[in-house]
Every structure is written in C-alpha cells, then in structure tokens.
C-alpha cells in the first residue's frame, strides 16, 4: 500500500489535499491509505513510533516546527521517505534543496500539479534497486540508492558508494545504458553523478551528501543544471 502523510495546519486546506491525494491515487489505481496532520509534531510522534508513509506532504509555515525543519531531521534516520513541500512564498526554494524533496507546490494547490507529483514519486520506487557491473573479471553487484558517483580513470571505472570506493575495468559510457533514465548524469567527463546525492550546486563544484566535492566542467554545466531540474521536479 502506498501511504501518503498530508501535515497542513490550516484545517480546510489540509482536507483538501486529502481529498485531492485519494482521488489522484484511486484514478490511477493506486492502493492507497491518507493520513491527516495539523502539526510537525504530531507526525513527528508517529514516525519516531515506527509509523511507515511512502510520501509526506509538508506545509513549510506551520504554527511551532516548520515542515522544513521536520524534512531535516527525518533526513538524519529516513533517507527513503518522500517529501512534498507545500509553500505560499518561493523564499524557502534554497534551503528546501538540501533535503532534495520531490517537488515544491504553491498555495492554492493545483490538481493537475499534485498529480504530477505523486506520479513522480511513484515513478521513484519503481526504479530498480540493485545495479549490476562487470568488466576485468571482476562482478560489482550495488544497492543503487547507496552509489554517490563514477569515475573514469585510466581505463579504469571506479564506483564510490555511501561506504566504500571500488573500480574494475569499463567506461562511463558503458555504465550510462546500464541505469535508470534521469537518475545520473555527468557533471564533467571524468565523472557520472547520482542526482539524488547532489546537496549543493555551483559554477565550479558540486556538493554530494556526504560531503564530496565534485569539479564541473564548462561543457557540462548547463546539461547538468537542466538535467538536476527535471530529476527534483519528477519530470
């Protein structure tokens, strides 16, 4: 079942994205379950119980812990859980970035917008979960979600996950038609990134979430700002 949280302090808003999220996911016949919040800590309560939601729909201003300050600290123990920021004003786009939500939506909330944002993130778990590599005689088998970035170089193909750098012989060109669409994408010749680890993003450097930095190169730039804007927008 997949199970959306919708924390929105204002009362009649907080029905309406209910009652919007259950008719989007019974359209496209989604077993589904949709669970009210009127405050971050309520929600807070129930997930530091154990409570599972696929999806949290989060109004950024709420009366006591804002959504986004919820956002960050669920990042520190729930990686998995999507996030769909519900805001009023675009002065909370820079910070919300980090924590690399499915989508931003401005009140009032549109039905065919919060449509396409369940549909990204379902479109998210189907995504194959084990990514398989082979070259040199050697067999690399990898959670996809743990994989930071590759690398090539000289001749070699090194693969740096949340715990570990590993390499054996290939290129970049051979891991690209090996992954899911949308997920990589490289931000210099020598290097293949995995868009959901990108914390930070200049001309010059990128950030990764575990503090990596990465070069980027002129050529690429404007390749990978689009293709990183289509992945947090679930296009």
């Known amino acids: 079942m997949y199970r959306v949280a919708v924390c929105e302090d204002e009362e009649l ?6 009652a919007l999220c259950g008719e989007i996911l019974r359209e496209r016949n989604v077993e589904h379950g949709v669970t009210p919040f009127s405050s971050a800590e309520a929600l807070e309560v129930d997930l530091r119980r154990g409570e599972r939601f696929d999806l949290l729909c989060l109004d950024i201003c709420m009366e006591g812990k804002s959504g986004m300050e919820l956002a960050r600290e669920l990042q520190t123990w729930d990686e998995r859980t999507g996030i769909l920021f519900i805001t009023g004003s675009d002065a909370y786009l820079k910070e919300g970035y980090q924590v690399r939500p499915i989508q931003y939506l401005f009140k009032p909330v549109q039905r065919e917008e919060l449509a396409e944002a369940l549909e990204a993130d379902l479109r998210r778990r189907q995504v194959p979960r084990i990514l398989t590599l082979r070259g040199g ?5 990898l959670p996809l979600d743990q994989i930071l970035y590759f690398e090539s170089r000289n001749h070699l193909l090194q693969v740096r996950t949340t715990g570990r750098m590993q390499e054996l012989r290939g290129s970049l060109s051979e891991v690209e038609r090996l992954l899911p669409p949308g997920q990589f994408c490289r931000c210099h010749n020598s290097y293949l990134v995995h868009l959901p680890h990108v914390a930070e993003v200049g001309r010059r450097m990128i950030v990764l979430s575990d503090g990596t930095r990465l070069p980027v190169s002129r050529g690429c730039y404007t390749q990978f700002q689009n293709q990183l804007v289509q992945f947090l927008n679930g296009q």
Do not use: Y
């Not at 808003?13 to 209910?18: A, T, V």
């Open 13 to 18: 808003l907080r029905g309406e994205l209910c």
């Open 137 to 141: 005689g050697r067999t690399l088998t």
